[in-house]
């Protein structure tokens, strides 16, 4: 069983909090978010913590939380702070499951030399990519699955996210030879009940086990 996840994405604001949100509520796992970009209005982490219903010993603390919603990189430079890539290290969770949230896409940089994509490789942790479903998905996945290849970054699978596009998705999961986790649609009200039904209705618990 992969202890520790990788929740990544295809871009920003495509619903990888949301996802690590249900994630982080079916495995019963902890939930961290390295690097918060962004202070004004509920960080990450507090999204988490209210849709998937986590009590706040399982939200462990963001080593890096940036005044500005930007790249991590820019973020760091207007707080007048350096992100430390080598010294990012994932929290001892003694033997719970994690749930870790990247900030935007793989190729997001972290100062002048490292991308997130980077720490993911020296984590050895096995990722699961969120991709939308809508227009232009199936570049932007593919690209990131030649880029996880690339750095032998282990791929749990795909977890789609919108409404469904199926000859997009076998697209994806054929000329990528990935792994399908399931589908989350949009869901109106988004709450604890109604993310947590949708997640036990897409997604099986076991295709997190590596
Ligand atoms: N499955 C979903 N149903 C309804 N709204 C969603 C869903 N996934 C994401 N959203 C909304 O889309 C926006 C971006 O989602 P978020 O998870 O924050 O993206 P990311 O973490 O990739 O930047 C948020 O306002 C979020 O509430
Ligand atoms: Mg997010």
Redesign the pocket.
């Known amino acids: 069983m992969s202890q520790r996840i990788v929740v990544t994405?295809t871009?920003?604001?495509?619903?990888?909090?949301?996802?690590a949100a249900g994630l982080a509520d079916l495995l019963g796992a902890t939930y961290w978010k390295p690097i918060q970009a962004g202070l004004e209005g509920e960080t990450?982490s507090s999204?988490v913590a209210r849709l998937g219903g986590l009590s706040g010993d399982r939200i462990l603390s963001e080593p890096y939380r940036l005044r500005t919603p930007a790249s991590p990189h820019h973020a760091a430079a207007i707080d007048g702070v350096r992100i430390d890539a080598d010294a990012l290290d994932v929290p001892d969770t003694g033997g719970r499951r994690l749930v870790i949230?990247g900030s935007g896409g793989l190729m997001v940089p972290l100062d002048r030399s490292a991308l997130y994509i980077d720490v993911f490789a020296r984590w050895r942790i096995p990722v699961v990519l969120?991709a939308r479903t809508a227009l232009g998905t199936i570049n932007h996945s593919l690209l990131s699955i030649e880029a996880l290849q690339n750095r032998g970054i282990e791929l749990l699978g795909i977890a789609f996210?919108g409404e469904s596009n199926p000859e997009s998705e076998r697209a994806i999961c054929e000329i990528g030879s990935v792994r399908r986790l399931g589908r989350?649609?949009?869901?109106?009200p988004?709450t604890n009940d109604t993310l947590r039904s949708a997640f036990a209705a897409s997604f099986k618990s076991a295709d997190f086990d590596s």
Request: charged share 25%.
């Open positions: 994405g871009d920003t604001g495509i619903g990888k909090t949301i996802f990450d999204v949230e969120c996210i989350l649609p949009r869901l109106s988004l």
